[in-house]
């Protein structure tokens, strides 16, 4: 994350967030969760917050993805943290995507690209300010893109 954008991985507060304005979008949530890091996930964000509406899915087996992202693809709405896989995921299943921006000195080519094409993307801070220390631009209000 260093070399490519400059900055680093979020954190759970940006997850948290992420999954509180899709709460109070859409009624009846149930967030499925894949990662390569099942643990941390059941730790920061279903423990912590003694969250029901957030389940674990999926292996964790980086070299097995396609389940993961059938999974993904098949979802109405999507919350994305960093990455191309997240982005394919979110992508290929079409709905409303929150996603990070400010988490490093540079913007992704995925964040680029996503804005020229103005996808149905609300992008929200990386980091609250209480936590940022990457740049000024984590402090970036929140921007909602229209639907080509």
């Not at 967030?17 to 941390?40: G, I, K, N, P």
């Not at 290929?92 to 993307?121: D, I, M, S």
Request: hydrophobic share 40%; with cysteine; net charge neutral.
């Amino acid at each position: 994350m260093k070399v490519h954008t400059g900055g680093r991985l979020v954190e759970s507060d940006f997850i948290q967030r992420a999954l509180a304005l899709m709460r109070s979008r859409h009624r009846d949530t149930l967030f499925v969760v894949a990662s390569d890091d099942l643990e941390w996930c059941e730790s920061e964000l279903i423990s912590r917050s003694n969250a029901t509406d957030i389940v674990l899915a999926g292996d964790g087996v980086q070299t097995r993805p396609g389940a993961d992202l059938a999974l993904l693809a098949a979802c109405n709405h999507s919350v994305v943290t960093h990455g191309t896989f997240g982005f394919w995921g979110a992508f290929l299943a079409g709905g409303e995507v929150v996603a990070p921006t400010g988490y490093g000195t540079r913007q992704t080519g995925v964040e680029h690209n996503v804005r020229r094409a103005a996808l149905n993307w609300t992008w929200i801070p990386a980091f609250s300010p209480k936590t940022s220390t990457v740049n000024a631009d984590a402090n970036r209000e929140t921007t909602k893109m229209p639907r080509a």
